[in-house]
């Protein structure tokens, strides 16, 4: 068995710059073994002091919106003006399997092939909220490696999706053009959560109908509640494919910041963010403890079986459950 790597050695090699330490580093977050797990949890907290600086933008949209495509043409704008972009992208996993293409990086052609940028794809492997189990811990390290704009692309499906908002500074909900009616798309919990709506695909003949869906993307958040009353969430059209729009909706994102800071929702909303963090480590923590001990394990299984039956109800088995983690 391979011992788990210095978490001092790593931070080091990580803050000096070096690609491999970072890909290393995610890794080992990553990894299920407890000695890794251990030497995890010391990196992150060594690195912690270097961490926060970067501006941390949740990309959501449903499937063949063109989040990717986005990315790439966002993220060469970014680093054209001297930025250094992270990106964790989490493709859809195989529920039976759990495999996953990762696939995100033929889509990211030009961004890939940049010095300035990171791309790390990693399988959501069924995690709530459509981000893979340890995006946070990733973007910090990122963070700690000296990326300045850290972008996370979410799988893009289901209303649990929107969990990135728990990890992020500014949630961009990406939209097509014509896609029917426009407002039978809309997820009005994505919405609600969403800093803005963009609308992709807006080039040639398409120009027409994104202009008519954000029409109705800004006549329906009129009536819905925006995150902070500091914003009012704006709806853009721009094109992935041509570039055009891409300087307005960054200067959107720099604009968000600006009022959140003023406000002093910016730091508010990373507290909460941290708490939330806590929460979400606490109960994947206990989940451990159930499938890591045997005896519990077994019990566990046999109150499943009750359940299956119908012998007991799951409120009953939940609270016996919970007896055995005492």
């Known amino acids: 068995m391979t011992a788990a790597p210095s978490a001092p050695a790593i931070a080091k090699d990580l803050r000096a710059g070096k690609r491999a330490a970072l890909a290393r580093a995610i890794t080992l977050i990553e990894s299920r073994r407890a000695d890794h797990e251990a030497t995890a949890r010391d990196l992150v907290q060594a690195l912690l002091p270097h961490t926060g600086n ?55 052609a030009r961004l890939s092939s940049s010095d300035a940028a990171y791309i790390r794809p990693s399988p959501a492997a069924g995690t709530l909220g459509g981000v893979a189990a340890k995006t946070r811990e990733a973007m910090l390290l990122c963070e700690a490696a000296g990326f300045d704009v850290v972008l996370v692309e979410t799988v893009g499906i289901g209303q649990s999706e929107t969990a990135v908002c728990d990890m992020t500074d500014f949630f961009l909900a990406l939209m097509l053009p014509g896609a029917g009616d426009e407002l039978q798309g809309i997820k009005k919990g994505l919405v609600e959560l969403a800093d803005m709506i963009a609308v992709n695909k807006a080039d040639g003949d398409n120009i027409k109908r994104a202009n008519r869906a954000a029409a109705e993307y800004r006549s329906a958040l009129h009536i819905l509640s925006p995150r902070s009353e500091h914003w009012q ?39 909460q963010q941290q708490v939330k963090w806590m929460w979400s480590m606490l109960e994947d923590r ?12 077994s019990k566990v299984k046999a109150t499943e079986a009750a359940v299956a039956d119908g012998r007991i109800t799951p409120a009953l088995a939940a609270e016996q459950i919970a007896e055995l983690l005492r």
Do not use: C, N
């Open 54 to 108: 970067a501006l941390r933008v949740g990309i959501t949209g449903s499937p063949g919106v063109g989040k990717s495509t986005t990315i790439d043409a966002l993220g060469m704008f970014l680093i054209e003006r001297g930025h250094k972009v992270a990106v964790l992208a989490v493709d859809p996993s195989s529920a039976r399997s759990g495999g996953s293409i990762l696939g995100d990086k033929t889509r990211m």
């Open 233 to 271: 969430p704006p709806v853009l059209t721009y094109s992935a494919l041509t570039g055009a729009g891409i300087d307005a909706l960054w200067q959107k994102v720099l604009d968000h910041r600006t009022a959140m800071q003023a406000s002093g929702d910016f730091a508010t909303r990373r507290r």
């Open 286 to 297: 206990l989940k451990a403890r159930l499938r890591a001990d045997p005896a519990i394990r």
